[in-house]
């Protein structure tokens, strides 16, 4: 995205496409700039999930695991509801996987929320997903 912007600046500035006029700002755009970003927007949906961080609070084996990740989960969502859980099945585990963070800090952060109702809880690398484009 960073490449995107600087590119985007760059042909702006280059083409000298600014005009002011009664105190408004008009900008010219090359057609090529709308193709990019269409571009890294196809690139977005077909990739979203990158390395990153979340918050790893169950971990069950057995014939009950399943049924125990459903009731810690749902205890979750009414505790946060503001913060995504992955449940996810690693042979032979089930696990419990919160959040989307881009940095360890960002993650425990949120770990210091999360502690005092998930006393297992800790911070682990894990693909996460990428923010929503509009």
Known sequence: MKRIVLLLICMVSM???FAQNH?????????RIES???KQRQLYKLD??????RIHIFMEIGNEALKHAEEVKKQFER?????????TYAEPYFRLRVGDFRNRVEAEKCLRRIKP????????????YRPKLD
């Open 15 to 17: 083409t000298g496409a």
């Open 23 to 31: 105190g408004s700002l008009n900008v010219i755009q090359d057609d």
């Open 36 to 38: 990019l970003i269409s």
């Open 48 to 53: 979203s999930s990158f390395s990153g961080y």
């Open 79 to 87: 505790a946060f509801p503001d913060i995504p859980i992955y449940l």
């Open 117 to 128: 109702k998930f006393k297992e809880a800790f911070v682990t690398a894990d693909m996460i």
